[in-house]
């Protein structure tokens, strides 16, 4: 089955710092896709990005940019220069291609201090 | 476009008790799930379904029912709940059973079983 982990819990940095959120997923399928989302302290849960697994470009958007290797079964979420704004609890998640379910980790609490 | 709508927003019940969270969308899609959100538990997948007449069971079925009658329609039914049940309870919903497609997700329904 399907796994995705985020090991880091918690996370606090000082804004305007760079900070790499980890995501590290299991599958045994060879056509997955990730996805990772953003919950802020308001509640709604926010999508971000989406990435499938034959597609291993590294994506930028503004501030935020993904890092997906194979190889490493990883898929990272990096905030550069960051804002309070950006505080929030961010998940990663995963579904296979031959499977109905979309599976979450764990996510990641953000603080951004001013 | 309302999007994904959850009702109610709060929700106290007595164990034993039974009671249905409703969720509607109105975007035409076809895929709708059920998660439950618990501190550093994450999301955790309840059901799902891929269209009406179509439901699974995901992570964490036990104690849960659902149905899809229609595609606008996907509720989750407590038949007996339980203080393990308090929860806050997110419905979402996506295009297609592709997995490509991501989660548009409702505010969330926040209830406590005392």
């Known amino acids: 089955a399907q796994k995705v982990t985020q090991a880091q819990t918690e996370i606090s940095v000082v804004e305007k710092e760079d900070v790499t959120l980890d995501c590290v997923y299991e599958?045994?399928?060879?056509?997955?896709?990730l996805f990772w989302y953003k919950q802020p302290p308001s509640g709604e849960l926010v999508f971000l990005i989406r990435r499938n697994s034959f597609d291993e470009q590294n994506e930028i958007s503004g501030r935020y940019s993904w890092n997906f290797q194979k190889s490493t079964s990883s898929f990272n979420f990096t905030i550069t220069a960051s804002q309070v704004v950006d505080s929030a609890v961010y998940f990663c998640a995963l579904s296979e291609d031959r499977d109905d379910k979309i599976i979450f980790g764990k996510g990641t609490r953000l603080h951004i201090l001013p | 476009n309302a999007g994904v709508t959850q009702t109610p927003k709060f929700q106290v019940l007595k164990t034993g008790q039974s009671m249905t969270l409703q969720c509607a969308q109105d975007m035409n899609h076809e895929y709708m799930s059920w998660y439950r959100q618990d501190p550093g538990m994450g999301l955790r997948l309840i059901h799902y379904s891929v269209g009406a007449g179509i439901t699974d069971q995901g992570e964490v079925p036990n104690g849960y029912n659902v149905s899809r009658s229609t595609t606008e329609d996907f509720p989750l039914r407590l038949l007996s709940a339980a203080p393990s049940q308090t929860s806050v309870y997110f419905c979402?919903?996506?295009?297609?059973?592709?997995?490509?497609?991501?989660?548009?997700f409702g505010n969330g329904t926040r209830l406590t079983v005392t």
């Open positions: 979402a919903s996506s295009y297609s059973r592709t997995r490509n497609s991501p989660l548009h």
């Open positions: 599958t045994r399928d060879t056509t997955y896709y």
